[in-house]
């Protein structure tokens, strides 16, 4: 419908533009809560790290750590290694390493009927120590060369061969140390370390918290005695020192104060 003029009502434009603002607002805000695993881009060497705090109900600590530990040792996400396991009254923590792929499941695996609270991602940059290890290398391989040329003249003498193959040997220990130590720091630019700090989001472990400060209470007081009883041994030895000079101080003392009073006492009188 138009008015007699021959414009459209302005109810409709109303409507277009609301229709407009609707097509353009962001469609998908899921993943705002998203953990992804990251990777070093190209030519950067950097080993990154996650730290996050997940908040469940108490009745689910024990499940979702559990879950979570055999989802890592079965590679449910890829390969995944558990590095420590803590559990305590109110929660836990689990510390894996695991490809970049499968941080992002594994993280929603572990927060499943909680929610995910504090979260850290750290990056070390490990380009200085991988040049480092690779510069020892070909030095080492370069003189297991020369060596190897030395120990096969004809004219070496069987005491130098035997001097040779001491430092022969002693080379190749340091070959294979320094290579155990680049395939840890392949292993930190291929995968994420992760740590899953499970906390309680209710009061469901109080009653136990307490049980346990009440169970510990003997222990604790024999402990806290015992190590009273300790560092006052140490301070014992200089109480029995000192009780002597203080006795002799207050013994001088006296003497000096009782002298000045027989002095003003016995002092020459003035005659009138």
């Known amino acids: 419908m138009r008015h007699l ?17 609707v097509g353009c607002s962001p469609k998908d805000h899921s993943r705002a809560n998203v953990i992804n695993g990251e990777q070093g881009r190209a030519g950067a060497q950097l080993a990154y790290e996650h730290e996050l705090t997940l908040a469940l109900p108490g009745a689910l600590l024990a499940p979702r750590m559990q879950a979570t530990r055999e989802a890592c040792e079965s590679a449910r996400f890829g390969a995944c290694n558990i ?35 504090q979260r850290i991602t750290t990056a070390e940059d490990l380009a200085d120590a991988v040049a480092d290890v690779q510069r020892r290398q070909d030095r080492l ?81 024999v402990d806290g005695t015992a190590d009273a009883l300790e560092r006052a041994s140490y301070v014992l030895p200089f109480v029995v020192l000192a009780f002597p000079v203080l006795w ?7 003497r000096l104060v009782v002298a000045k009073r027989s002095k003003v006492v016995d002092g020459p009188s003035v005659n009138s």
């Open 83 to 117: 590095l420590g396991i803590t559990e305590d009254g109110n929660g836990g923590e689990i510390i894996l390493r695991i490809a970049p792929t499968g941080v992002e499941p594994m993280v929603a695996l572990a927060a499943e009927g909680g929610k995910l609270g």
């Open 141 to 221: 391989q370069a003189q297991q060369q020369r060596l190897d040329e030395l120990a096969k003249r004809k004219d070496i003498t069987v005491s130098d061969l035997i001097a040779l193959s001491k430092e022969q040997a002693g080379i190749e220990n340091e070959l294979q140390a320094l290579a155990q130590v680049a395939a840890g720091q392949q292993r930190r630019l291929d995968t994420n370390r992760v740590t899953l700090n499970f906390r309680s989001s209710d009061g469901a472990n109080q009653a136990s918290r307490f049980s346990r400060m009440f169970s510990n209470l003997g222990d604790n007081l």
């Open 248 to 254: 002799l101080w207050v013994w001088l003392w006296r």
């Open 5 to 21: 003029d021959g414009k459209p009502p302005a109810l409709l434009w109303l409507l277009l533009a609301g229709l407009a603002l």
